[in-house]
């Protein structure tokens, strides 16, 4: 995959053709990928960037002309060219003020690493929201990194042992938190991320040059204002994401937020093509082509059917080596991905990060009536436990996890929210730090896994996780930020006819009245269980892992080699198991979170579950 990696001090693969070169092979998936190194013999520093080699990207790295200093980029810096954009980040290496305020002001999505010759030190950094991957291992008297865990354990002083606290969160929470990795060595930047590195006195600070805080909303501002600005706003932030000439396409659904981007773009200047992935039938894939056809945009309709099951190995394990196994994935996505490319798509928008608009609907952050009446930090903590960690091991006897009770498992989880929380302590009024939380954690630990799906390919865009966007919705009453008023109000203003057009979601048009909502939603819960056209699910995971993939299952967690890890308690792989192929339980994500781990693994350590 497209990305960074380095290292500091002596090389420990130097007999077997060299760290760099190994580390470059593990990121370098397909061979129409570029790759650039800096290597400062004298100061044993070697930095690397592997990119998509696209027509958007430039080759090469910056680096100083008399060879001592580099700078590597991996991402996007928007209004700017990838060349332009590092060479920036190396001409103000040397005055921190000036860099810190420089990176403050970016809108983008990247990671970066510059070699400070000079100064004899090491940076790493990322944008606000930390949606770059970068992971990092500090040995005595050397620094390790890279935009994937592979690229780190090719060094083999990289101690593999596991990270407890990292196991914890991910079973507790479906994803992992702060910066803890499986690994005990390894950890991942922060978002807005400073980590200085010098190699002489093998010393590291890492702290960061922005944070996301809030004093609270506006006062005294008639909403409408407040939703006309954010329009404002919202349309600059997909402007921003838009290159003349580019091809450019938009990962469409049923719902609201790819829909409002759609809205946003102009089709004359920006011809767009859309897609939607679903199974047959689904009121995704109906709801999109509509949306197409009032946009004129060339339509492409993925359909999930029985050779996306029968390849769902093949699919798991490439998601898994993407990733490194840290993200609880459906898979669903991963035969879709090609597609982009055999369409010559080089741009690709997509909608995460629209659930801080409509936060009623934000999967397990979904915010009840409970949640906007919170007043105090106990009650927050008290709502957030209970909505955070139910759905992962609810029902499962016992921990999964070897060596750990679930009341252990639960004390640590618990021990990562209070950690989290604790850096939203200035953030106004209580019950933002809900967004707060979405934002620090669920989007850059979840959301940016996945975009590393996409990124493999293509440049991915996110115009809802904008500089400008986020703060100005931190500048408005929770209230506000509800069910589809905003996007209804910016669908009013952009494109009027996608108003009509049914929301998944609801199985209604935009605007209807809870009532309405609710009655549609019950109908369509009834005509989708009998299997009428038009009202069907996207995805039947839960189904999936019951009937058709159970052999896989059972292959892989219920193997000696998963036994012999001494990682997953086999026990409770075998009563989880029974439970959801019984019918007595629906343990889908329990069972995908140990299925990951598993082969993530057996990858990473031992290397017998695929390639690297």
Not at 381 to 410: F, I
């Amino acid at each position: 995959m497209p990305g960074l990696c380095g290292f500091t001090g002596p090389d420990p693969l130097s007999r077997n053709g060299g760290l760099l070169d190994e580390m470059v092979r593990r990121l370098r998936r397909y061979d129409w990928y570029r790759s650039d190194r800096h290597v400062d013999p004298v100061a044993r520093v070697e930095l690397a960037r592997v990119s998509l080699g696209d027509r958007l990207d430039a080759p090469g790295l910056a680096a100083a002309p008399d060879g001592r200093g580099a700078a590597v980029l991996d991402g996007e810096v928007y209004g700017t060219s990838d060349a332009d954009a590092q060479r920036t980040l190396l001409a103000l290496s040397g005055d921190d003020r000036a860099l810190e305020a420089h990176l403050r002001g970016l809108h983008g999505m990247f990671s970066a690493a510059i070699w400070d010759a000079p100064r004899r030190r090491l940076l790493l950094c990322n944008d606000r929201f930390g949606m770059k991957p970068l992971y990092f291992a500090h040995l005595p008297g050397r620094l390790v990194f890279g935009s994937e865990i592979k690229a780190i354990l090719a060094d083999p002083g990289v101690p593999r042992g596991l990270d407890m606290q990292g196991l914890a969160d991910f079973f507790g929470y479906g994803q992992l938190l702060r910066e803890n990795t499986f690994l005990e060595a390894v950890h991942t930047l922060p978002a807005a991320g400073w980590l200085e590195y010098h190699p002489d006195t093998d010393r590291l600070d890492l702290r960061r040059y922005w944070r996301l805080a809030s004093t609270g909303p506006r006062q005294g501002e008639p909403a409408e204002r407040q939703l006309e600005r954010l329009g404002d706003l919202f349309k600059a932030a997909v402007d921003r994401r838009l290159d003349e000439g580019v091809s450019l396409g938009v990962s469409l659904s049923g719902g609201l937020d790819a829909r409002t981007i759609l809205a946003a773009i102009d089709e004359e200047r920006h011809p767009t093509a859309t897609l939607c992935l679903g199974i047959e039938g689904s009121i995704d894939q109906s709801a999109a082509r509509r949306m197409a056809a009032v946009t004129g945009s060339r339509h492409h309709d993925i359909t999930l059917g029985t050779e996306f099951l029968s390849r769902f190995e093949e699919h798991l394990l490439h998601e898994v080596s993407l990733t490194d196994g840290h993200y609880l994935s459906q898979v669903i996505t991963v035969p879709t991905l090609p597609v982009y490319r055999e369409l010559g798509i080089d741009v690709l928008l997509r909608g995460h990060a629209g659930e801080l608009l409509h936060m009623s609907k934000a999967y397990n952050f979904s915010m009840d009536e409970e949640a906007l009446s919170i007043r105090d930090e106990r009650a927050l903590e008290a709502w957030l436990a209970r909505r955070l960690r139910g759905w992962m091991l609810d029902g499962v006897e016992g921990s999964p996890l070897v060596g750990m009770t679930r009341a252990e498992l639960d004390e640590r989880a618990d021990a990562s929210l209070r950690a989290c929380l604790d850096e939203a302590t200035d953030v106004e009024p209580v019950v933002h730090r809900i967004w707060h939380l979405f934002i620090t954690q669920r989007l850059r630990r979840e959301t940016a896994m996945a975009m590393l799906e996409y990124g493999q390919y293509l440049r991915v865009r996110l115009p809802y996780l904008d500089n400008d966007v986020v703060e100005a919705l931190f500048e408005m009453p929770p209230s506000l930020k509800q069910a589809e008023r905003i996007q209804a109000a910016m669908l009013a203003r952009f494109r009027p006819a996608f108003l009509d057009i049914v929301n998944a979601n609801t199985g209604t048009r935009i605007g209807a009245s809870q009532l309405q909502r609710a009655l549609s939603t019950l109908r369509t819960r009834v005509l989708a269980k009998l299997g009428v056209p038009g009202y069907q699910p996207y995805e039947r995971l839960g189904l999936w892992l019951k009937r058709d993939l159970r052999p896989l299952i059972e292959r892989v967690l219920l193997d000696e080699r998963c036994a012999d890890r001494g990682m997953l308690d086999p026990h409770t792989v075998r009563s989880t198991l029974s439970a959801h192929f019984d019918g007595r339980a629906n343990h889908t994500y329990a069972i995908m979170a140990m299925l990951i781990l598993e082969v993530g693994q057996g990858m990473l350590i031992d290397a017998d579950r695929g390639e690297i």
